[in-house]
């Protein structure tokens, strides 16, 4: 099915199951502990062995030697591979290292072995018994040193400008100009990277913990250098990816070596201490922001500018993207450097781009609003645009259509383009008023709660609105029960919910009547899950197929398709009706079918608008701060289940807290690596972290983006909250913290003596 004309009304719209906050289907496997993660698969791999890897101990160079000797005499041992062992290896499409170093080494941790053993233990002691010997060459691992010598990526995130910024900017009446640095990020998920792989003869069958199920079976493929259908993917349950599983990654490949190796199914967590230098990470990012306005606050002129770094054939963060979307100005200018950085890969994490062009560019709205003296609300309200105001150009990392990029920011220049829904001013102006706005003190560190300076901040949001084609199977069985089969994959997000409740709506059925399998690569090629594109791809494709099976289901029963109405396990057509259980008795009906997207989303652009509020205290004398409350509103479409959606949005506000107060990885810029390499010394959130969250959802249906009329949102909740959190620390404390994460001594340095 091809989606090229706006929706119109649908079984959709009834909103009997869609729509409603119902609880998540596989919550009770969750809550048990009996959901199937890939390393607990002992009922479809029995007796498999153990895996541990070996990650490069440097960060630059090559192999020498290694002698294993020791290690293949160890209690337990099976075998041991490394890339010489392994044989010629291709690379994923999407890999930018190879995820099998030696003898070169490309980066800290990359593996480089593989020992197997009969147990955990065994193999993990046999792997302290190898030795290696490197020789270790210069690396580039300093973005402050390598800015210079960034160039620009090319056309995947070609400059952009209109009018002439640099005179319009020279002559504003009131400038902001100042640079921003985010630093480098964990995805930091609770489930690590793990994999179990079997052969059958040449057959190979994952299971493993990827986000994206068909990008992973093709790419392991080709790495493997074998054809993609002797390869079956199975990831049911993710326990978290935010980007970090969107691609292949070592613990797949080297389960497969492994298992081929040991001649039987091989088990493989990626140690956590691996994780963050062996798999992706958020790059960090040096941006400068220039806003000119008038004094009325009409913004004139605005320019953002990023530069970040990756390995040799990697691709930047887009951090300029949402400046080309956000706010209106008659001129201005976005642009882009990659400088090249032998530092663990960069890829995707939750809102790439966004995530950190939010940081920089909503507090230099903070910034311009105080020096016109003006309200942050209303400035932002001012400079609202409902045409695109600058090109869209560009690419990010997770693109639905199977690039490094992303075609929610891809494409022709759109500049004057409408956009499709655009409620970013009822988004401010609901959450100033929920919020409590009004009683914001703009003149900083006036506010006290003791020993707790009181602050308020705001940020605006934008994130795109991507699809991609996305194909299900939807089966109805001779008990009436309605099977829903696609290899969508449930990160934590409520796949399974969504799916089930489109299915329910669209054949008339209670959501218990609905079966969802995921996450199996036999089954029909999803979106997968990423980008903000999962939620309203993946439903729209088991819509197309809902609409097949009801065609077949129809032609059962001898009636017109267009007249047969699905209520309440039944089909009526005029006086006539019929329960789906005895249409199902004389054999299965079964529909199958894609979502196809095309030009039609070529005619508006696409995307989602929200706004955050935050209130901290600063404590007077350490500079400890604490979250006190936060509050965001969404616009984004359709919201298909406002629980799962609430969970999504609470989740990257979290997220948001991290990034702005405490989430950095410190880099050896002498050797190389990232030191705080596990969840000792990696800090995230937790629950005593952050206060009571408020999410409002704004009531929006997009007829212009799925049948469905439902956009993504679990991306948009994180864009702007680390801003609106650095925002509510400056109007505490007057300290303005340009550099994340914002800790004590950087808030300290900036104020006076209390008195």
């Keep these: 099915m091809k989606f090229d004309t706006p929706a119109t009304t649908n079984p959709i719209d009834q909103g009997k199951v869609v729509g409603q906050p119902v609880d998540r289907i596989d919550g009770l496997l969750k809550a048990t502990g009996t959901a199937p993660y890939a390393y607990e698969r002992h009922d479809v791999a029995p007796n498999a062995a153990y895996g541990w890897i070996i990650g490069a101990a440097i960060g630059k160079g090559r192999i020498k030697s290694m002698d294993l000797d020791a290690a293949r005499r160890a209690p337990g041992v099976i075998a041991i591979v490394t890339a010489q062992d392994a044989g010629p290896l291709g690379k994923g499409r999407r890999n930018t290292a190879k995820l099998l170093g030696g003898p070169e080494i490309d ?85 690590p990277h793990a994999t179990i792989a079997a052969w059958n003869g040449d057959q190979l069958t994952v299971w493993t913990s990827n986000q994206m199920v068909d990008w992973g079976r093709t ?6 250098k074998m054809p993609k259908d002797k390869v ?62 008038r004094r009325d606050g009409t913004i004139t002129a605005i320019a953002h500018e990023a530069w970040s770094g990756d390995l040799p054939q990697g691709e930047p963060d887009s951090a300029v993207h949402q400046t080309r979307m956000l706010y209106a100005g008659a001129h201005r200018m976005t642009a882009t450097r990659l400088a090249t950085l032998d530092l663990p890969e960069s890829n995707a994490m939750r809102a790439p781009g966004e995530a950190t062009g939010h940081m920089a560019l909503e507090i ?161 090629v999803s979106s997968g899950s990423g980008g903000q594109f999962g939620a309203a791809s993946s439903t729209a494709g088991v819509y197309a197929a809902c609409v097949k099976l009801r065609e077949a289901i129809a032609q059962r029963m001898g009636v017109d398709p267009a007249a047969a109405s699905f209520v309440d396990g039944q089909v009526r057509a005029g006086s006539h009706s019929v329960a789906l259980r005895q249409l199902a008795a004389q054999g299965e009906l079964v529909g199958e079918d894609a979502m196809e997207f095309g030009e039609l989303s070529k005619k508006t652009q696409q995307g989602t608008f929200g706004a955050h509020f935050v209130e901290v205290g600063v404590d007077a004398f350490t500079a400890e701060v604490r979250v006190r409350r936060m509050l965001a509103v969404c616009a984004a479409g359709r ?67 799925t049948p469905l009329k439902a956009k993504g949102v679990g991306e948009l909740g994180i864009c702007g909250v680390s801003a609106a959190v650095a925002n509510a620390i400056h109007n505490a404390t007057g300290v303005r913290v340009r550099d994340y994460p914002i800790t004590l001594d950087k808030i300290l340095r900036g104020r006076s003596p209390v008195a």
Aim: proline fraction near 5%; aromatic fraction near 6%.
């Design 232 to 293: 079956r993917l199975v990831s049911p349950f993710v326990g978290g990816g935010f980007g970090g599983k969107l691609f292949l990654r070592a613990d797949a490949l080297m389960a497969a070596l492994a298992a081929r190796a040991a001649r039987r199914p091989v088990k493989i967590a990626l140690q956590r201490s691996l994780m963050p230098n062996n798999t992706t990470h958020r790059p960090a990012t040096i941006q400068r922001v220039r806003i000119g306005a």
């Design 107 to 191: 980066h800290y941790h990359q593996a480089v072995a593989v020992v197997v053993a009969e147990t955990f233990e065994q193999a993990r002691a046999a792997a302290s018994l190898v030795r290696i010997d490197y020789e270790r060459t210069d690396g580039r691992f300093d973005l402050a040193k390598g800015r210079d010598g960034a160039i620009e990526p090319g056309k995947e995130e070609a400059d952009t400008a209109v009018g002439d910024f640099a005179g319009a900017f020279a002559s504003a009446e009131v400038k902001v100009d100042a640079t921003y640095t985010t630093p480098d990020e964990s995805h930091a998920m609770m489930e």
């Design 219 to 224: 790419d392991l493929a080709a790495t493997l």
């Design 639 to 705: 919201i298909l289940n406002p629980k799962t959606a609430r969970s999504q949005v609470i989740g990257a506000m979290t997220m948001g807290v991290g990034a702005a107060l405490m989430e950095e990885l410190a880099v050896d810029k002498r050797l190389g690596f990232f030191v705080n390499h596990d969840l000792a010394s990696y800090e995230v959130p937790v629950h005593a972290d952050i206060p009571h969250q408020d999410v409002i959802f704004l009531d929006e249906v997009d007829p212009m983006a």
């Design 364 to 524: 230099a709205m903070d910034e311009l609003a105080e020096a016109l003296g003006m309200d942050p609300v209303q400035l932002r309200i001012r400079n609202d645009t409902q045409v695109v105001p600058d090109f869209t150009g560009g690419k990010a990392k997770d693109d639905p259509q199977g690039q490094k990029g992303d075609s929610s920011k891809g494409g022709e220049p759109r500049a004057g383009h409408p956009f499709s829904k655009r409620q970013f001013v009822q988004c401010l102006q609901l959450g100033a008023e929920k919020f409590g706005w009004n009683k914001r003190v703009a003149q900083p560190g006036q506010v006290r709660d003791g020993r707790w300076l009181v602050g308020l901040g705001m940020a605006g949001a934008y994130r795109g609105a991507p699809t991609t084609k996305s194909a299900a199977r939807v089966r109805l069985d001779a008990r009436g029960m309605v099977i829903v089969e696609t290899d969508m994959t449930d990160i934590g997000t409520g796949s399974y919910t969504i799916l089930g409740q489109t299915a329910a709506e669209m054949l008339g059925v209670p959501l218990r009547s609905v079966f969802v399998r995921l996450g199996d690569s036999d089954f029909p």
